[in-house]
């Protein structure tokens, strides 16, 4: 799995998270707040169930667009994340917004895994 993929469970059900552009931009739009912000809030304790919610829906369909299924409803992932239990997916927003920030060098840059399944 590349630098850009995690695996989350949710209420007993794995699922592959993967934070492309579209992704961002997504959680951004809908959240109404930057990658950085949502992570400096969640660092600060200042976050919302809505923002983690949301960071884990852009993070599933991340993934699922890539792979040609189609994407989870937000007020879908919003249930699963309400069932499972904030505190724990607070931690897998965590890893969305950690993976979203760019390198050294300024680029969100893909693995080569992910490299490779992008040109197939």
């Known amino acids: 799995m590349g ?4 695996e989350i469970e949710l209420n ?12 961002i931009d997504e959680f951004e739009t809908k959240a109404n707040t930057s990658i950085i912000d949502a992570w400096e809030s969640l660092a600060d304790g200042k976050y919302r169930f ?17 792979i040609g299924q ?4 937000w007020a879908t992932v919003g249930q699963m994340v309400q069932e499972e239990g904030f ?9 969305f917004f950690f993976n979203s920030m760019p390198n ?14 992008n040109i197939e």
């Open 50 to 66: 809505s923002t983690i919610a949301t960071a884990i829906w852009a993070a599933i369909n991340g993934e699922r667009k890539v």
């Open 3 to 6: 630098r850009h993929n995690f």
């Open 87 to 95: 505190v724990q997916c607070a931690g897998y927003a965590s890893k």
């Open 70 to 73: 189609k994407p989870m409803l």
């Open 12 to 23: 007993g059900e794995k699922y592959t998270c993967r934070t492309t552009f579209e992704a």
């Open 104 to 117: 050294k060098d300024g680029d969100i840059k893909e693995s080569e895994e992910d490299q490779k399944k």
